[in-house]
């Protein structure tokens, strides 16, 4: 079983929806979720970052963590063609330094 | 701008060749990462610094050498390296504090191409 899994898409979804990635990892012992998106050709952007179990919201973007399932998403809404790109989702281990990421998800919102 | 600068920001090498990767942090942390990104995978972690002290090596070859000078400085020494080598190198930084909410930074990347 992989670390982190994510599907790889690509997401679709009209503009102006909301888009909602998943992704899920194995380890239970983790404590730190992290969302991040990259562009084609740039390095991973820090989105938003989840600790407890529940939602945090900032701006359109929500994170939502299930600790119990060992889940964690992201709500995109009001998706704009700009939010196109691949959404990575990583986790920081209860040990060490180091944070383990997914494979990737690539959304595409229509315009 | 993040904070964490790489260069260069494309390289092209011969495989007999011997390069270095620069990277430098201005956010005060106290850990440096190497991460790699080839195409479809995911980024795959190569070495951590804590404290200018490498706290993971993820069974890299050795053809890859990473030096820690201070908590501000990282550079990957590359020698002798293979076309699959060819892929995006990353620097990152966090606050090892341990603690719950520390954060990833990532510089700008490092494009390689082996010939």
């Known amino acids: ?111 | 701008e993040t904070g964490v600068t790489q260069t260069p920001r494309h390289l092209v090498m011969g495989m007999t060749n011997k390069k270095s990767l620069k990277c430098e942090q201005h956010l005060g942390h106290n850990a440096m990462y190497w991460y790699k990104q080839s195409a479809k995978k995911p980024l795959e972690l190569m070495f951590v610094y804590s404290l200018e002290e490498r706290v993971e090596n993820n069974s890299v070859p050795s053809r890859f050498s990473p030096e820690c000078p201070n908590s501000s400085h990282l550079f990957l020494h590359l020698h002798t390296l293979q076309p699959e080598d060819s892929a995006l190198y990353l620097c990152a930084s966090s606050q090892d504090r341990g603690l719950a909410n520390e954060k990833l930074f990532f510089g700008s990347g490092t494009q390689l191409s082996v010939l």
């Open chain 1, 1 to 111: 079983q992989k670390e982190v899994e994510q599907n790889s898409g690509p997401l679709s979804v009209p503009e102006g929806a909301i888009a909602s990635l998943n992704c899920t990892y194995s380890d239970r012992g983790s404590q730190s979720f992290f969302w991040y998106r990259q562009y084609s050709g740039k390095s991973p952007e820090l989105i938003m970052s989840i600790y407890s179990n529940g939602d945090k919201e900032d701006g359109r973007f929500t994170a939502q963590l299930n600790k119990a399932s060992q889940y964690v998403s992201l709500l995109i809404r009001d998706s704009q063609p700009s939010d196109s790109t691949t959404y990575l989702c990583a986790v920081k281990r209860n040990y060490g330094q180091n944070f383990v990421f997914g494979p990737g998800t690539r959304l595409s919102v229509l315009p």
